[in-house]
């Protein structure tokens, strides 16, 4: 029987990675402007990247090498304007970016992000293409509680479409206190010992248990710009919907709201416009695109990472989904919804949006365009109109019966 080619590459790529656990740790370290170290990583990882040979898709799998330097592009941040972000590059200008954020207690990876060059013969030999390939994950583990050294040996391998990345043996500080690694460890889900007495994880069939309702959630207003003016407009209220297993093994409900006044928010206008909000430990990121044949856009791909209550199994939750074909509108137009529309993003993952309004692309003067409705407000304008037409013909019916009924009642009576 014949192998699709996507199918066996994947395959191969990841039976690869798996053998290739001889990378050794590098240690990086980058510091403020005083030479103080604000974040720490001893990293071990593999790549496997899928690029082109004339007609064939060959991949390359390769590991982080010894001779990896901090890139400039590191940053211990400032404050609330900008975050710490660890780059490093190695080869022909390939670079690794890991973007931390916080909260009051735990530090975490937003986002993971590589960019390969495909004109470096040594890891792409023969590569048709010398583009650069980018990719990115915001679905990472790496969380850990501040001043703790995270630590993960289990591997943790991330699947970014073109390519794949296995971490393994690693150890990473954000937001140091002193120029070292913490002595208190943080140690990853992969790597903790499961109880001898856990109850084993079985489908419940019984109903979620639906906590007390949240308020309706607060509209919010965010912007993406770039030098090129405003390219993502969007107001909405938005109401996360987490089902998760509780640690007496039943399912539950987590429903909660994105409060504008606690969210921050980064994007990017190139190569299609994407927004990341962030509340606390809850990271929701949107990108949006474009079909030029048909003139429309839509939100292509949503990213949800946050963490769950405390009865449950797991300590955070992570859905993605990168074909979505939602808020659909012409280019120069804005997608409207003022009912409160619900867009699946997985089995366990859902957003609810509320008095919702969006634009991306051709956006002119930073003002949302012309508004296209969505159809449960076209259908909550329809009802009334149905009502309304339904009693007029009602009305109409009985006065017709009733002139019917007048015309034969008169001709029961003969003049003498």
Known sequence: MALGGSWWRTLLAIVLLGFLQTSSAVLFDVKDGDNKSCIMADLSLNFSVQYKVSDKQRISIFSLPDNAVVHHNSTCGDGSVSSPILAVTFGEQHILSLHFNKTATEYFVVELNIVFNQSDKALFPNATDKEIIEVSSRKTDIVAQINTTYRCVSDDQLNMGNANVTLHNIKIEAYLEKNNFSAEETVCSKDKTPSTTQVPI?????????????????????????????????????QLNITYQTKNNKTALDVFSLDPSQVTHTGKCTPSPAITLIMK?????????????????????????????????????????LSTFYLKAGLGHSYMCKAEETLKISNDCSINTVNLQVQAYNIDGGKFGAVEECQLDENSMLVPIIVGAALAGLVLIVLIAYLIGRKRSHAGYQTI
Do not use: E, H, R, W
């Open 202 to 238: 079985t489908n419940s069939t019984a109903k979620p248990t639906v906590p007390t309702p949240p308020p309706a959630p607060v509209v919010g207003t965010y912007n993406v710009s770039d030098g090129n003016g405003t390219c993502l407009l969007i107001s909405s209220g938005l």
């Open 281 to 321: 430990q809850t990271v929701l990121s949107l990108t949006f695109v474009k079909n030029s044949s048909s003139n429309v856009f839509y939100l292509g791909s949503v990213v949800v990472n946050t963490s769950l209550p405390d009865d449950a199994q797991a300590s955070t939750f992570s859905a993605t989904n």
